[in-house]
């Protein structure tokens, strides 16, 4: 260990020592930005670049398992991100599927899909189901795994499964007019049942959500972090969450 690794620990462990957990945010979303940049401003290629990010979120489950977070949704592959070359797509799902069995198999994790299926390959559909059925009864984090998501399509998507419902009831559009608000469309998100994200973290110096959590994150504090995802380390995970302790929540009062 070299001396900035020293001092970068000791400043972590100071933090986390001043961290009131009871303050800590029960839901986090976070957009795994800056792979390809991380990558080229290492010198490696972008594949290298998804593979260190796919490998980071590990570390990202452990220190959130530390300060009692419940539930972490990881932004790993958004609708527009599928129209990218197949030269670039392929091993990029390819990294996808290995982190979500990876995810599956570290035992403690309980991994649920967000996104729209349909959109995905039969091969990623295939390591997505089965990750969230082998890992159904486990007990720790619900790990939210978004691929293929976009937040328009998601409200597109709940607002469809929403009107197909009250079409099996036999409900007319004039009746579903008269009753439909906001708790109707949020029981048809791909996040039904869940808290809305209380943080959303995204790094590599972008500060916009790019369609994340639309519906989800109306009430949610946002935290934009320099760093590429690959290099994000223990320390700036506990800065975004000091950051939001220190927040006055007011939910629009």
Same mark, same amino acid.
């Given at each position: 260990?070299?001396?900035?690794d020293?001092?970068?620990?000791?400043y972590?462990r100071?933090?986390?020592?001043?961290? &009131?957990?009871?303050?800590? !945010?029960?839901?986090?979303? =976070?957009? @795994?930005? %800056?792979?390809?940049?991380? #990558?080229?401003?290492s010198?490696?290629?972008?594949?290298?670049?998804?593979?260190?990010g796919a490998?980071?979120?590990?570390?990202?489950?452990g220190?959130?398992?530390?300060?009692?977070?419940?539930?972490?949704?990881?932004?790993?592959?958004s609708? &527009?991100?599928?129209?990218? !070359?197949?030269?670039?797509? =392929?091993? @990029?799902? %390819?990294?996808?599927?290995? #982190?979500v069995?990876?995810?599956?198999?570290?035992g403690?994790?309980?991994?649920?899909?967000?996104?729209?299926?349909d959109?995905l390959?039969?091969?990623?559909?295939?390591?997505?189901?089965?990750?969230?059925?082998?890992?159904?009864e486990?007990?720790?984090?619900?790990v939210?795994?978004?691929?293929?998501?976009?937040?328009?399509?998601?409200?597109?998507?709940?607002?469809?499964?929403?009107?197909?419902?009250?079409?099996?009831?036999?409900t007319?559009?004039?009746?579903?007019?008269?009753?439909?608000?906001?708790?109707?469309?949020?029981?048809?998100?791909?996040?039904?049942?869940?808290?809305?994200?209380?943080l959303?973290?995204?790094?590599?110096?972008?500060?916009r959500?790019?369609?994340?959590?639309?519906?989800?994150?109306a009430?949610?504090?946002?935290?934009?972090?320099?760093?590429?995802?690959p290099?994000f380390?223990?320390?700036d995970?506990?800065?975004?969450?000091?950051?939001?302790?220190?927040?006055?929540?007011?939910?629009?009062?």
């Open positions: 260990m070299n001396l900035r020293l001092v970068y620990g000791l972590a100071r933090v986390e020592g001043r961290l &009131d957990h009871a303050q800590v !945010p029960k839901h986090i979303g =976070v957009i @795994l930005d %800056g792979n390809r940049r991380w #990558a080229k401003a010198g490696g290629t972008p594949e290298q670049g998804h593979k260190a490998d980071k979120i590990q570390e990202l489950l220190w959130c398992a530390e300060t009692d977070v419940e539930v972490v949704t990881l932004w790993m592959l609708t &527009d991100n599928l129209n990218r !070359p197949e030269e670039q797509l =392929v091993p @990029l799902l %390819g990294i996808i599927e290995n #982190a069995r990876a995810l599956a198999a570290d403690r994790w309980r991994v649920h899909h967000v996104g729209t299926m959109l390959p039969a091969r990623t559909q295939s390591v997505l189901k089965e990750a969230q059925e082998a890992t159904r486990n007990t720790g984090i619900l939210n795994v978004a691929v293929g998501y976009g937040g328009r399509q998601e409200i597109a998507d709940a607002v469809r499964s929403l009107l197909l419902e009250h079409a099996e009831r036999g007319s559009f004039e009746e579903l007019a008269e009753i439909v608000d906001v708790e109707h469309i949020s029981e048809h998100l791909y996040t039904r049942g869940q808290p809305d994200p209380d959303v973290i995204r790094t590599s110096g972008e500060q959500l790019s369609g994340f959590m639309l519906w989800q994150s009430h949610s504090e946002y935290y934009f972090c320099e760093v590429h995802w290099a380390r223990k320390v995970f506990l800065r975004a969450l000091r950051d939001y302790a220190a927040r006055h929540r007011r939910y629009g009062t």
